[in-house]
């Protein structure tokens, strides 16, 4: 019987490598040892696996080694910052186009491609150190300090607000007190000197609220809270300004295109000293450039 040619696909081969890595993984408890499927195409090259009594042993393991510092320079890479997008053209141009470019002219030889991985490998280093991207800004005041600063400014806010609303109530009154005519009137007066005294009660409680708030928090009064609060604003609002400064530096940084590093030839750097010695400004002349490969 003539057998069914989707076993002999590449993608049967992944879907049951999936399939294999999920049934095992069920039975793996800790994270950290569950096992995944290499990822063809993406940044990371995958290691060959040495089998017993393999006449290539050696060979594999300084191949798998060079492999190996790839995707170490990788991991910094990432961690930096430097774009996936930038990673996997470096990856195409210094790894697999050099190595198909390799295999046409001389045939494969192992040691020519651990030298075109080391290649790629060095020039990532150069990017990343090009890369650069400015540090993160640090508040100069504790984030979670502020944060609780922030739910006593809430309460007293609060206060503050029943304190007005309880004053305009207690003006309002004295205003129809004030205007009050008669000899027959003496029981409204009362009754309006009664809620005024109470609302004033009510202005005296809300005020002792206020500092016992603040007393609780460690402040010896308000204003003491106050002067404390304004200070750790500024400082919140300069994190704040330094923050948006650093992320607009950093996604333009980014969204450059990435640019092979260049060596300045000899010839350039002596036109260079030549210039900076006359500080004359003179006509531009126009000088080659090198554009080595490392």
Not at 19 to 36: G, R
Not at 74 to 95: R, W
Not at 129 to 156: G, R, S, T
């Amino acid at each position: 019987m003539k057998k069914d040619e989707w076993f002999k696909n590449k993608a049967f081969t992944k879907e049951v490598k999936e399939l294999f890595t999920d049934t095992i993984n069920c039975y793996v408890k800790e994270e950290s040892e569950k096992l995944s499927v290499f990822q063809q195409g993406g940044v990371y090259l995958a290691t060959k696996k040495i089998g017993k009594n393999n006449p290539k042993a050696e060979k594999i393991k300084s191949d798998n080694a060079a492999r190996q510092e790839w995707n170490r320079t990788v991991d910094v890479a990432l961690v930096e910052g430097v774009p996936e997008e930038d990673i996997l053209k470096i990856k195409q141009e210094k790894i697999t186009d050099k190595t198909l470019q390799s295999i046409r002219t001389h045939g494969w030889l192992p040691d020519m491609f651990r030298q075109i991985i080391r290649g790629a490998k060095d020039f990532l280093q150069e990017v990343i150190f090009k890369f650069k991207l400015p540090p993160k800004p640090v508040p100069k005041i504790d984030l979670q300090e502020w944060k609780d600063m922030q739910k006593v400014m809430y309460e007293l806010q609060g206060q503050s607000r029943e304190i007005k609303r309880t004053q305009q109530d207690v003006s309002s009154l004295k205003k129809q007190l004030s205007e009050l005519r008669g000899l027959f009137k003496g029981k409204e007066r009362k009754s309006l000197e009664g809620r005024i005294a109470l609302l004033e009660d009510l202005e005296k409680r809300l005020h002792r609220s206020m500092e016992q708030i603040v007393k609780r928090e460690g402040y010896p009064n308000v204003q003491a809270f106050q002067k404390v609060y304004n200070k750790a604003e500024e400082l919140i609002i300069e994190y704040n300004e330094e923050l948006r400064v650093w992320k607009n530096q950093t996604e333009q940084k980014k969204e450059k295109p990435l640019e092979q590093p260049k060596k300045a030839s000899v010839l350039e750097k002596l036109h260079r000293y030549q210039q900076e010695g006359r500080q004359q400004p003179k006509r531009s002349v126009k000088k080659k450039s090198m554009d080595r490969e490392r």
